[in-house]
């Protein structure tokens, strides 16, 4: 038993709804999101500290014993995405201190921010199927605001799209649900894993293992992206990038807990399928890519191809491959985040989203234009910075798991990845100047810091990446033996 | 009764999935709404429906019905609720600003 674990669900929920009350005062709402956030990232960090020292961490609300109460379960790989989370979040909203614009800020910006954020650290400590579902609908239902505040023809017509695809695929995740409680009559993830392997992964376990695949794979736009496009241009600098960075990673971040704790004894199946799902996603998303000439699109083709990625590894199902995937989910979180509040500052800086229509900011900009440079090389993968570590991880795990195909395919889109960010970098900053400082529409005034921090970021976890490794080897060491979970969240007692 | 239960839900499903392949916004967010209870009472059926007496502590010795997928569906449907309602303002700011309510007309192009 321990109370921290509820306290990133709990902070930012209640000063959340505090906020509400003050409406009028921004400079209270700007002061209190920040303590939030950075209280969840103190908490976080706590957590990994006590995970370290002494094994998973688990609570039982209301003391009611599991499996028939909720358990919140806090293992070390959902403490390092809630610390990540953190600090991605606190840059997203320095970035929106500056842009967010004040329409948008009496109208309660930051209270849908912080409640964003109760829903995806929820996601993370939830032990418990459906609780993990109420998560999912906090997160998405601030999304569905965020999404449209403003009310331009842009977002509202893609936050229609946006709403109806995931209402749908609520409703499977219900139906997925109430088939699994038919079959194992319990919800807890830990219970269902026991029970599962009791009775062996038969054939309808298997079906709703890929019915569950099915309805996150629509989450974290894994094969089923073709909402995402659109309604990750469409919202804000600040939000597109808090959504980029964060609302699939929880899509992910369920694929594997599912399929690493529940689902895990028939691979040659339902892996396999991963595999070929993260592969399709990631020939698409650089077709994508490669094609468009508009920055919005590619970043948003961008987030696909890591998508594809990350799934990769755990498609492998080896040790080397999850390890890669945990590097490099984390650092997909924080480049993700920073190419998008790049590009979201090009645009604003221009007036324009099209490649053609500018060039030779590099004059006007050096530092932004740099920074660019090394956000496009961290999201491709070269030494020293953030993403080669996760890269040869995950290659090398689907090539020991005989998967050359799949380790193939996420190299070559990784070129491709890269030609397409350099492709920005070359249109925007390269070439005559023909924007004088005083026909650019905005400024970088206060801008450059969150980008900053996040670059300072993804170099130091390319650098630091050893430090790091304590830490990623217990969370590798808990998504592969499924015991050490159960045996925490039952604390040793013969399960029912 | 199951079989009763799951032809009803297979229909409540059937008219959702009509409407929401429609394209008026309204009659999407109808068809929306009747998929929810289609999957409401699955999750009764699949739970398993009234074989005893109240989960309660005095009457110990019936056999009794599971208590747990009635407060799933509370919740569900308290969810839905919210959703339902947030579709529906969005719908309508979306009419008063676009114009229309034909999801054909809506596909727009990235140059406004």
Request: net charge neutral; aromatic share 12%.
């Amino acid at each position: 038993m321990n109370n921290l674990i509820i306290m990133p669900i709990i902070v930012p929920l209640i000063i959340g709804m505090a906020m509400v009350i003050f409406r009028r005062n921004i400079k209270l709402h700007k002061i209190l999101s920040l303590i939030a956030l950075a209280a969840s990232g103190l908490i976080a960090v706590l957590l990994m500290g006590e995970i370290k020292a002494d094994g998973i961490q688990t609570l039982h609300l209301g003391d009611w014993q599991p499996p028939f109460g909720v358990s919140m379960v806090a293992d070390m790989f959902s403490s390092l995405l809630l610390l990540t989370t953190s600090i991605v979040a606190i840059c997203c909203l320095l970035y929106a201190f500056r842009s967010i614009g004040e329409e948008r800020e009496s109208h309660y910006f930051y209270p849908l921010f912080l409640f964003l954020i109760t829903g995806v650290n929820g996601s993370f400590i939830t032990g418990d199927l459906f609780n993990l579902f109420v998560c999912f609908e906090v997160m998405l239902i601030s999304s569905y605001v965020l999404i449209s505040l403003g009310g331009t023809k842009v977002q509202l017509r893609e936050s229609i799209k946006y709403v109806l695809t995931n209402i749908i695929s609520s409703f499977l995740f219900l139906v997925a649900i109430a088939y699994i409680y038919a079959i194992t009559g319990t919800l807890n993830f830990a219970h269902l894993s026991v029970r599962v392997a009791e009775a062996g992964q038969g054939g309808l376990l298997t079906i709703i293992s890929i019915l569950l695949l099915i309805i996150f794979s629509l989450k974290a736009a894994l094969f089923l992206f073709f909402w995402l496009p659109g309604s990750y241009s469409a919202p804000p600098t600040a939000v597109a990038a808090i959504f980029a960075a964060l609302l699939t990673k929880v899509g992910i971040y369920a694929i594997f807990r599912l399929f690493t704790l529940v689902f895990y004894h028939e691979p040659q199946i339902t892996h396999f399928l991963i595999g070929i799902l993260g592969a399709a996603t990631m020939i698409l998303g650089a077709i994508g890519a490669v094609a468009h000439w508009d920055i919005k699109n590619i970043l948003a083709y961008n987030v696909i191809i890591g998508v594809g990625f990350i799934i990769a590894g755990l498609a492998s199902f080896s040790i080397e491959g999850i390890t890669g995937s945990v590097y490099y989910i984390i650092h997909d979180i924080i480049v993700k985040a920073l190419i998008f509040l790049l590009g979201g500052t090009i645009i604003s800086l221009t007036g324009t989203g099209k490649l053609k229509d500018m060039s030779g900011l590099i004059r006007t900009h050096p530092y932004l234009g740099w920074i660019f440079f090394i956000a496009a090389l961290s999201l491709a993968g070269i030494p020293p910075l953030s993403g080669f570590l996760g890269k040869v991880f995950i290659t090398h795990g689907t090539f020991e798991a005989g998967y050359y195909w799949l380790g193939g395919i996420g190299l070559m889109t990784s070129l491709m990845a890269l030609y397409s960010v350099i492709k920005i970098f070359m249109n925007c900053f390269w070439g005559e100047t023909f924007l004088s400082e005083e026909m650019m529409s905005g400024t970088t005034k206060g801008l450059m810091v969150p980008i900053a921090c996040l670059s300072l970021l993804t170099i130091l976890l390319g650098l630091g990446a050893e430090g790091l490794s304590s830490y990623t080897e217990l969370a590798v060491e808990t998504l592969m033996n499924p015991e050490l979970y159960i045996h925490a969240v039952f604390g040793g007692q013969s399960t029912p | 009764m199951e079989t009763l239960m799951s032809l009803l839900v297979g229909l409540f499903f059937a008219i959702g999935t009509y409407l929401i392949l429609t394209k008026s916004l309204l009659r999407i967010i109808l068809g929306t709404s009747i998929i929810s209870h289609g999957v409401h009472l699955l999750i009764l059926t699949m739970g398993g429906l009234k074989t005893g007496g109240p989960p309660l502590l005095g009457l110990q010795d019936l056999p009794f019905t599971d208590a747990l997928p009635q407060a799933l569906i509370l919740t569900a449907i308290v969810i839905n609720f919210a959703t339902t309602a947030i579709f529906l303002v969005l719908s309508y700011r979306a009419y008063k600003v676009l114009g229309t309510d034909d999801t054909d007309q809506m596909r727009g192009n990235h140059d406004e």
